[in-house]
């Protein structure tokens, strides 16, 4: 029978004690690579908990096994430790140290009942999916992949594929592809689902391959988010070394996992298949940071030898204050006690930040939530309706991803409130003052609470245009509305609230706040921009492949300068490429000056050639003001692309035309034309060796528009269009357009000036 046994010596009158130690109790020795100056001795319970004992409890443990009384036990523990122990020792260390760990049987010989560590950051609840009989045997094939030769290989060919797939490749056709073919999107994430179980696999098999045993493998609850979990806990009686391969053995097979992938989109050519390599680069840069118990955690307590980093942050945070012990805390090592330090004082502040954020922001996510879900279950209804099951399977994991973080958010904050409320009552336990001030502190919170989840408009789903800062989230908390500061009174912009007076037609109902009725309200799409006061309507926007300069003042004394400098390449059957230069006033003493300049190089034949060369300068309701407008276009037809020197010299050149385009103020409106000339002529000498004809001589087309308005006295408006469109590929057609040449000076405005040649079929300047 299972249970302290009595012996009954001949000599003796009464039965002597035999301690045993509980069922599944296994001596890990001492910690390896320990961070503690003192390293601790390591036991595994039966129920799998690891605990850490003094060398004398561990001596005391290593003693008992079923047959020494006490005295034999304290014996024992005497050579163990060279320190003297007493059996009184011994009976008082079992009674009050080790019985209540669970690791000795009680004293009626009946096994002790025991309750795992629950920390509030881990796994809750969990689900096992496979035994650690099932877990050893499936993963010992994959220990194989641990080979030094086969680690270089993999980890070498991730990084390429990383850097091509993120530098070179892209995510747009990926995510383009997915989401209109929602079986690859559902593909995509069954095979993310299925490598998040194949990260614990590299734990178990890391493990394995350092001689250790993996337990169960299941899922749980991570804070807000569904998880994968395996029982790495017999890590903790290898070395250092062995450790480190176990912690980092899950992100190894992610990489297994994208140059797989890789593989695959290199038989297939599908590019929804990149969205899980991004998915595992993703997964990696999440699971390093050591703030919670990813694997970044465990990487940090391993290399310092603290197992439980959390379990430390009170000691550290007492040893800081003055006149508090320091004694727990001195127990590390001086460089282990500096890093730790670093830890908790980073950790302490983002969970603390991290959780008011959640608790304040906590209407607005379940606001959100019910509204997505809503939109989500019509969308999902009506996908099924008309038999598009694929389609339908993306809303069912839409509705998922919606409903898990409400729900374990929620699950967080009530496991939060019932540890606190335990603790506190443990604590203070026999002392009624404590306990006291404990329910003040929690009236307190509870009023807070209330206060900051009382519907007062902050029950709103979380719109596209509020700003969501941590500012914004906790004036929320005031202010019902998050978004970002309140609008100056009597002005209206995207995602605020003033007040006005409006008209309503009195056969409708009167909108509210929890009732608003859709209207049309019209404001400034930027305020900074100068009114349109001309009597036509504004330019369109330059299009793919076009140049545009537009300098528009309307403030008196006011001087704005426009500049676009654009180099174009064409690829394509037709040439249709614009150049354009606007320069409009209607102020009093003031200056507009536009200047377009576009080089268009068609490489090979274009069957239809029509470019187009516009300046219009435009003086409405002036007053001594001046409009000057200048586009010059210069359109080549070269066999091929240049490369080497010409490829070089013209790239030179180009970067002197962007130089000489940002510093326009201070020359006259004629000596920016003839300069632009002598660029068209350096442009065409420098391509002389690919063009087939001789180079194509510059021909300009000036016109003058305006009046020098005496004083007192005003002109409705004069304006000059020039317009050259282009016949040819090969031609030079500058066009300008003033009311009245200057010498202008003020601050220069550039739009467009790109310092280099950009390959790119008939693309718009950048």
Not at 248 to 262: D, K, R, S, W
Not at 438 to 457: E, K, Q
Not at 612 to 626: D, E, G, I, R
Not at 651 to 657: D, V
């Amino acid at each position: 029978m299972a249970g302290p046994q009595l012996a009954q010596p001949s000599s003796a009158v009464a039965p002597v004690e035999v301690p045993q130690a509980a069922d599944g109790v296994v001596l890990l020795g001492f910690s390896q690579g320990s961070g503690y100056r003192r390293p601790p001795a390591l036991v595994r319970r039966g129920d799998g908990q690891v605990l850490q004992l003094t060398p004398l409890l561990y001596a005391v443990l290593a003693a008992i096994d079923g047959r020494r009384d006490y005295a034999d036990v304290a014996v024992h523990a005497s050579d163990a430790t060279g320190r003297g122990v007493h059996p009184d020792d011994v009976r008082t260390l079992v009674d009050d140290r080790l019985r209540p760990l669970g690791l000795v049987v009680r004293a009626d010989g009946s096994q002790p009942s025991v309750r795992k560590a629950n920390p509030l950051l881990t796994l809750r609840p969990r689900v096992v999916i496979s035994s650690p009989s099932v877990t050893r045997r499936v993963t010992a094939p994959f220990a194989l992949l641990f080979a030094p030769w086969l680690v270089g290989l993999v980890s070498i060919a991730f990084v390429g594929v990383a850097y091509w797939v993120l530098w070179h490749k892209g995510l747009a056709s990926a995510a383009h592809q997915a989401f209109a073919r929602p079986g690859l999107l559902l593909m995509v994430f069954v095979v993310t689902v299925l490598s998040a179980g194949f990260h614990e696999f590299g734990h178990a098999s890391a493990l394995r391959r350092g001689g250790g045993t993996p337990g169960a493998m299941g899922f749980g609850l991570y804070l807000a988010w569904p998880a994968f979990y395996t029982d790495v806990t017999d890590a903790y009686r290898l070395d250092r070394r062995a450790r480190l391969r176990t912690d980092l053995g899950g992100l190894y097979f992610n990489a297994i996992v994208a140059v797989a992938i890789f593989g695959w989109w290199l038989s297939v050519r599908w590019d929804a298949l990149l969205l899980v390599i991004a998915t595992q680069i993703l997964q990696m840069v999440r699971q390093l940071p050591p703030l919670l118990r990813f694997d970044g955690y465990h990487v940090l307590a391993d290399v310092t030898g603290v197992p439980d980093l959390f379990h430390h942050i009170g000691p550290i945070l007492r040893s800081l204050l003055p006149g508090k012990g320091r004694q727990q805390a001195t127990q590390l090592k001086l460089w282990v006690r500096v890093l730790v330090t670093v830890w908790v004082l980073l950790v302490v502040p983002v969970m603390l930040l991290t959780g008011l954020l959640a608790i304040v922001a906590f209407p607005r996510l379940v606001a959100t939530a019910w509204h997505a879900m809503h939109v989500q279950w019509h969308a999902l209804v009506a996908e099924f309706g008309a038999g598009h099951v694929l389609a339908g399977g993306t809303k069912v994991l839409a509705l998922l991803a919606v409903l898990v973080p409400v729900v374990g958010i929620s699950y967080m904050m009530v496991r939060l409130v019932r540890r606190t409320a335990r603790s506190t009552m443990r604590r203070t336990d026999g002392h009624p003052v404590k306990r006291a001030l404990a329910g003040l502190l929690a009236f307190v919170l509870a009023g807070l609470l209330f206060f900051a989840w009382w519907p007062r408009g902050n029950y709103r789903p979380i719109q596209a245009n509020e700003g969501g800062t941590i500012g914004d989230a906790i004036s929320a908390t005031w202010t019902g509305r998050l978004g970002g500061a309140a609008p100056a009174a009597g002005t209206l912009s995207e995602g605020s609230t003033v007040s006005a007076d409006t008209v309503w037609a009195s056969e409708l109902p009167v909108p509210t706040r929890a009732h608003p009725a859709l209207s049309l309200v019209l404001v400034p799409r930027d305020s900074s921009a100068p009114t349109w006061v001309f009597p036509f309507n504004r330019p369109a926007a330059p299009g793919p492949g076009d140049n545009q300069s537009m300098a528009v003042v309307t403030k008196d004394g006011a001087t704005v300068y426009d500049v676009a400098f654009a180099l174009v390449w064409v690829n394509s059957d037709t040439v249709l490429n614009k150049n354009e230069a606007y320069a409009f006033a209607s102020c009093a003493g003031c200056t507009a000056v536009a200047v377009s300049f576009q080089v268009v190089l068609v490489i090979g034949h274009a069957s239809v050639a029509a470019p187009q060369n516009v300046a219009a300068a435009v003086s409405y309701n002036c007053l001594k003001c001046v409009a000057d407008a200048l586009a010059v276009q210069l359109v080549l037809t070269l066999p091929e692309r240049p490369t080497g020197p010409v490829a070089a010299a013209l790239e030179s050149l180009w970067q002197e035309i962007a130089t000489f385009g940002a510093r326009l103020e201070g020359l006259t409106f004629a000596q920016i034309k003839t300069q632009l000339e002598s660029y068209e002529q350096q442009i065409a000498d420098t391509l002389q060796p690919l063009l087939s004809s001789p180079a194509p001589t510059a021909s300009v087309s000036a016109a003058v528009a305006g009046s020098s308005t005496p004083a007192g006295s005003s002109v409705p408006g004069t304006a000059t269009v020039t317009s050259a469109p282009g016949s040819t590929p090969a031609s030079s057609t500058p066009a300008s357009s003033a009311a009245e040449p200057s010498s202008p000076s003020g601050s220069v405005s550039s739009s467009s000036a790109p310092g280099s040649p950009t390959p790119t079929g008939g693309a718009p300047p950048s």
